[in-house]
């Protein structure tokens, strides 16, 4: 059993045990976490921290090392999307105040690439590298809306899982909240995700004119969040022509 | 020889064969780059692929995928301290304009977590994830003169790769360099990296009053990169602040 295959899968199991609230692990929690026995995962953990993949800390606990996130980092095409639209995205910020976000969808989440956010911004729950189902929050809604067919029906066809008593919850409101977005291109959602943050998001488009991206603001739900539709429309126009730019973003998907 | 061991080490090969300016390789490329037999590479870059660490593109090459990156960045101590940093080096990238940067030392080089810049900027060869050697940069001469004695010892010891006929090359200007960055606590390179390009670094300090990273603006070359510097400092002693209030990461090194 010790092939190739096994051993990838396990480390790839290794940094699924950690999350942004749990950046440091104890290597039996680790053992714990991924199923792995203890001796396996010592072994294993070892030779990741050889290559700089994990570290150790002070009290010999671990946590993802430098190394991985630059090896993820150096020729990502994720990060060359993210660079296309970050000029963009601190216009907005700059503007709005509060979070302006870059989200693609991977599979059935919206991934964050990038979130900036003011220092006193209203509660938001997205973060660098974070995940949400697609029909949680704006961001989501927008890809959803824009996504192969396949994909929505698949969506549309399960339970939706709710984060308050604004998130869509049946298909047929999702349903016609896909076909609102498609026919005035962004989308305001309410205390959707928390009770006291709206969001709104606007679909980027690659050279090809496909949907490679959501720009999105979270601001705070005080019925005003539509005024910010124009100023992310306008952001979203430029991180497209940037994309144009450069083909090989564009030729991403 | 199918160890554990030379499975992950021929994996980080293939992800080394990538750079910023080749994040798309066909796989014969990648054999070639890695010193691998192209049917071992062909076999760990499908396993890879099939993982989300690697992805295809419409012509069967391949680049790193987005789920190497979520892997790495979910739960970064790195992107701690980028994000940390990041509400300051806005504010720094606002007033000053063209570049703002985050670096941190690793090994004998400073490493990039982080750059805005402005669409007009002048000219820079740092990028995220990009490495410069230690005595290039004002980055790298800040992490440098608040580094270990022995890092020092080894930097001064061996010939100073030169990029422009500003670089520091000799162990006698290093040395009085450096001692001059510990007097009064910054930096000014005009000219070391790129002929019209000046550097200002400052150092960023953790909870336990140890340097962690290094702040630095690019301006152009014209005598006014000493004006930067008040702003730099102010906004590393926020940086600290905010470091100090999150032990995890004053606890990195």
Known sequence: MRTGESVLSRAIRIFDAFSPDEKVLQVSEIARRTGLHIATASRLIAELVSHGLLERGPDREVRVGMRMWELASRASLTLSLRDAAMPYLEDLHAVVGHHAQLGVRDGDDVLFLERLTARDAVVNYSRIAGRLPLHISSSGLVLLAYGPPELQERVLARPLEQHTDRTITTAERLRATLAEIRRQGFVVTPGHVHPDAAGVAVPVR???????????????????????????????RGVSRSLSASPVVAARR
């Not at 720009?215 to 539509?226: F, H, K």
């Open 206 to 236: 690659d050279g090809l004119q496909e949907v490679v991206a959501a720009l999105s603001v979270i601001v705070p739900n005080d019925g005003r969040a539509p005024a910010q539709v124009p100023a992310l429309l306008a952001a979203a």
